[in-house]
């Protein structure tokens, strides 16, 4: 099979991000093609429909299902108020009389003749999609969203916490295997997207909340820090909606490791300027990776910079990451791939490349284990 | 085209990451399995076409065997002499199978035949409501609003019962107003398969919300469980909704000689297929990297006061949605825990350490174990998603609940009442087990002790894997031959382990367990097995031998404590294990790391 690597993450300097800006149902869309938009504007806007109440009325009434409509008050469509009566018996007796009141402000929607409970719904509920990059409007999709362009720095991650967040990107570590710790930051921090080293400590990413900071990157974190942080443990890589601050990026993995130099240089240099950044992560079929974009200063409509075509696969000199025991997390080049099948320490027989260290040492391990850096 | 004219079969199973493509030819010895191409799928961007992943898996397969295939992108129809083939059949699970929402009135009744139905079908079941499910309506409506299932199967009532709770049922469905997860303009396909006398009530209430389909009630008396329309209307509109609606299935199914099926419900029919002609009582197990899948085909007790034998088969499938090897592993610490997952580790270990491992074998899920620890690292976390899973699957593999039976005075004492579990470990013939963890293991002998650590079998059972998963393809192959997916099965597809011997119930560490005598080409070899310990002699595969077995006192191989046993042991490629460790299993956690090295020691099944 050709499938034998890990496709690697993006990281780069320039190209042409689009993004879908999509309504969770058919709404309108309020910018125009071409206009120009910051991450923050409003560029769609729907109703969701509001919730719904029950009220078993023949219960609460004592009558049966078919005799609904003699006792009904209000009709579907009808406003009603929280507390206002919907149904009643009139009896001759006026003390004997009982009532069935709405438990909120909304509308009828149904009234059922079979199971004799009529269903409330309260007003729609406004939902706004935000543009979350600076760029252009460079497709209308009427009725359902936008596409919104820019150009500039790409760089994914391998997983994130937390949802979509603008800001200014800096960094507070000197190099990419350093481990920050809570006295780095500092106030003046807040709203910020900050780029550690190797490893941010639980203690590190408290700090991080007080001060307000709105992104965390960094090489890795330790599952047992974000099972404290979630209050569960994330059982499956399906995440973007948890409801944390700042959000968290890893750009290598689990435990400590050292950011990728690329991926570090790129950020470092890009120090002071806004970005986006999403934490989003989805690892299944159609996968979706965490995401940091800094969109260029001067130009963010009209230029279009192709994606590099997807490399054909393992070749000789490519710079690639280990991403498996032994040598986790070590970067090097492909010195070669040997032909055939080849059996490794677990008598596990696959397919196997040759990675030399940049300290000149080589070894063998699984296509499967390695991972291309790409650009 | 009858069976005779079936000579040469090419089968294809879309699955999420690859499409595999097996060659299947009528030979002197019978149909066998020749060939075999698979290819990455391709129904995600950016190809966003089924068929180019089926066409490049059939390429490999012309290239392995020297047979042409494709005409360009067309199958050569029927075969003659090296080239064409007689039919073209295929499953699919891409796209994420088929994923159902199901509803029934009374949680552990209607709902509950309703989730087998689905299930059954090879849908993976992500909710079951119903009226008694402690959810208050506003939450059941948000639930329904919030899922986007392929489809929804409704049930509820007996027939001739009352129709307002399942009508009210679908009044939440039609105030949710859900949208199928493909197709965004079609209207959401719902199977309603409940009370007989609500039918008009629910055509009023969903006609003009859903695309709804009346078929007959799953559960139309208390005592007997009708699933088959409702799982064959469910299979119709799996090949007109959502097969139709992912990116080339349309060119797929007019390339097809038979209908496209769900790749579980191919395996669920393989398995029943085979346990049915073949009188045994079998438990399948799939372990994906996203899922597990448990089938299990068992002969139920026959009712009270009726003879023995005349009990009824009855087929079973689960799905664990998130218990599997890559894509899934974290939940399976999530579900266990880690100490669960520690104690089958021959070697201490940093307790972060391994949740960083587990986590990183998650994000990037194709990765292999290079080190031998990193192996048994991902084994013992098998043997925990296989136990898991196997419990789910018990506790929906029951008899019907609800039905009231007469009781005798000494049947009061009995624990035993409807909703009992049908699978009787003691009853099991035959486990088969399949996935890259099982199958791929580096020594058979270690895909053999992880089936036994999970499962548990007592009595004698005989064990063996899937070679290189061809069971979805034997499925829909059996649905126009039935006789020559069989044949494939039993020669190609299994790889015979051997068979386990083991006690029922507790035994007494340090003691004697049981003695053999094995039988085999007119030589017998003699053993002793002690409690707490295991036994491997060697029988290869073909090889029949008779075991006379003569437990110690309150020990029981089947018959009774303490009542010697003669009978049939089969061969395989590790042999027969003798197994004295008692059931459940219990690790001894003062000396877990020497007890487990022994264990595996026993079976040669790590290097030293």
Not at chain 2, 148 to 177: I, K, Q, Y
Request: aromatic share 4%.
């Amino acid at each position: 099979m050709a499938h034998t690597y890990t496709p690697g993450l993006r990281v780069t300097e320039r190209t042409t991000v689009r993004k879908e800006r999509r309504l969770p149902i058919a709404g309108k869309v309020i910018v125009e093609q071409g206009a120009a938009v910051r991450a923050e504007d409003v560029v769609a806007r729907a109703e969701l429909p509001g919730d719904v109440a029950t009220v078993n009325v023949v219960n609460q009434l004592a009558i049966m299902p078919g005799d609904l409509a003699r006792y009904m008050v209000k009709a579907e469509g009808d406003t009603v108020a929280k507390d206002e009566v919907i149904a009643e018996t009139r009896p001759f007796l006026k003390f004997l009389r009982s009532a069935a009141r709405s438990p909120i402000d909304g509308t009828v929607e149904t009234i059922s003749h079979v199971t004799g409970q009529v269903l409330l719904r309260t007003a729609p509920r406004p939902v706004d999609v935000r543009a979350y990059i600076d760029g252009v409007v460079a497709e209308v999709v009427p009725g359902e969203g936008v596409i919104v362009e820019t150009t500039g720095a790409f760089i994914q991650g391998i997983l994130g916490i937390g949802g979509e967040v603008t800001g200014e990107l800096t960094t507070v570590a000197d190099s990419p295997d350093v481990v920050i710790a809570p006295s780095d930051l500092s106030d003046d921090l807040a709203g910020k997207l900050v780029v550690a080293g190797a490893l941010i400590t639980s203690e590190v990413y408290a700090r991080a909340g007080q001060l307000g900071i709105a992104a965390l990157i960094c090489g890795g974190f330790h599952d047992r820090d974000l099972r404290e942080l979630l209050g569960y443990d994330l059982g499956v890589a399906i995440t973007g909606h948890e409801d944390v601050q700042p959000i968290l990026i890893m750009t290598e993995g689990f435990g400590k490791i050292t950011m990728a130099q690329a991926t570090f240089d790129l950020l470092s240099a890009h120090a002071g300027q806004r970005a986006s950044a999403n934490g989003a992560t989805q690892i299944r079929a159609g996968v979706l990776r965490p995401e940091i974009i800094i969109p260029a200063a001067e130009s963010t409509a009209g230029e279009k910079v192709q994606a590099p075509a997807a490399p054909a696969g393992l070749m000789e000199g490519a710079a690639v990451r280990i991403i498996r025991q032994p040598d986790f997390g070590r970067l090097g080049v492909v010195k070669a791939l040997p032909p055939g099948i080849e059996a490794i320490e677990s008598e596990v027989k696959v397919r196997v490349v040759q990675i030399e260290f940049s300290d000149g040492k080589v070894v063998t391990v699984p296509r499967a284990n390695v991972e291309a850096i790409e650009s | 085209m009858t069976e005779q004219d079936l000579n040469v079969i090419v089968a294809t199973d879309c699955g999420s990451t690859t499409t595999k493509a097996i060659l299947i030819e009528r030979t002197d010895e019978g149909y066998r399995q020749t060939f075999r191409g698979e290819a990455p799928t391709t129904v995600e961007a950016p190809f966003e076409d089924v068929t180019r992943g089926v066409l490049n898996a059939l390429t490999e397969l012309e290239e392995l065997s020297g047979r042409r295939i494709l005409d360009g992108e067309r199958i050569i129809t029927p075969a003659h002499d090296n080239e064409g083939v007689d039919i073209y059949i295929s499953t699919s699970s891409a796209g994420g199978g088929l994923q159902m929402m199901v509803a029934g009135v009374v949680k552990s009744m209607t709902a509950e035949s309703a989730q087998r139905a689905a299930l059954g079908a090879g849908a993976i079941v992500m909710d079951v409501l119903a009226s008694n499910d402690q959810r208050a309506p506003h939450e059941k409506i948000e639930r329904i609003r919030t899922l986007r299932p392929d489809m929804v199967l409704l049930s509820g009532g007996t027939d001739g019962g009352t129709v307002r709770h399942v009508v009210e049922l679908a009044e939440f469905l039609a105030a949710a107003n859900p949208r199928p997860r493909l197709g965004a303009s079609f209207m959401l396909p719902i199977v309603y398969a409940g009370n007989k006398d609500a039918q008009a009530a629910i055509k009023e209430t969903l006609g003009d919300k859903a695309e709804l389909h009346i078929t007959d009630n799953l559960r139309p008396v208390l005592e007997r469980e009708n699933l088959a329309p409702a799982r064959d209307e469910i299979h119709d509109l799996f090949l007109k909704h959502v097969m139709a609606q992912a990116p080339g299935y349309k060119k797929l199914m007019s390339w097809v000689g038979a209908p496209i099926m769900p790749t579980p419900a191919a395996v669920g029919d393989l398995i029943q297929h085979v346990a049915q002609s073949r009188g045994l009582n079998i438990v399948g197990v799939d372990i994906g990297g996203a899922t597990t899948d448990i089938f299990s085909d068992f002969l139920a007790p026959p009712p009270k006061g009726e003879p023995a034998g005349e009990g009824q088969r009855v087929f079973n499938r689960s799905v664990s949605a998130n218990l599997g090897m890559s894509y899934s592993i974290s939940n399976v610490l999530a579900e266990t825990g880690l100490a669960n997952i520690m104690r089958w580790l021959p070697f201490d270990m940093d307790e972060a350490d391994l949740r960083d491992r587990i986590k990183n074998k998650m994000i990037r899920p194709t990765t292999v174990p290079h080190l031998l620890e990193e192996l048994k690292i991902e084994q013992a976390i098998a043997r925990e998603a296989l136990r898991l899973a196997f419990e789910q699957h018990k506790q929906l593999a029951v008899g019907l609940k609800g039905v009231q039976r007469g009781r005798t005075i000494s049947e009061s004492f009995d624990e035993s009442s409807s909703g009992d579990t049908l699978i009787t470990m003691a009853d099991l013939d035959v486990l088969v087990g399949s996935g890259g963890v099982l199958s791929h293991a580096p020594r058979r002998s270690q895909a053999m002790m992880m089936l036994i650590d999970a499962f548990g079998p007592q009595g004698i059972t005989r064990l063996c894997v899937d070679s290189i998963f061809m069971m979805p393809h034997l499925g829909v192959l059996a649905q126009i031959h039935e006789a020559a997916a069989i044949e494939v099965f039993e020669h190609d597809c299994l790889i015979y382990l051997g068979t386990c011997v083991s006690p029922m119930g507790k035994v007494k560490a340090g003691g004697r367990c049981f003695e053999y005598a094995l039988t085999v080409d007119g030589q017998t070899r003699n053993g002793a097995v002690a409690a707490g310990e295991i036994v491997l002699e060697p029988l290869t595969v073909g090889q029949v031998a008779t075991v006379r077995l003569e437990p110690a006192r309150g020990v029981d191989l089947g018959d009774g404590r303490g009542r010697a046993i003669e009978a049939e042991v089969i061969g395989g490629v590790v042999g027969v294990v003798f197994d004295g460790r008692g059931r459940p299993l219990e690790i001894p956690q003062d000396n877990r790391s020497e007890t487990l090295t022994r264990w595996a020691q026993a079976l040669d099944a790590y290097p030293a």
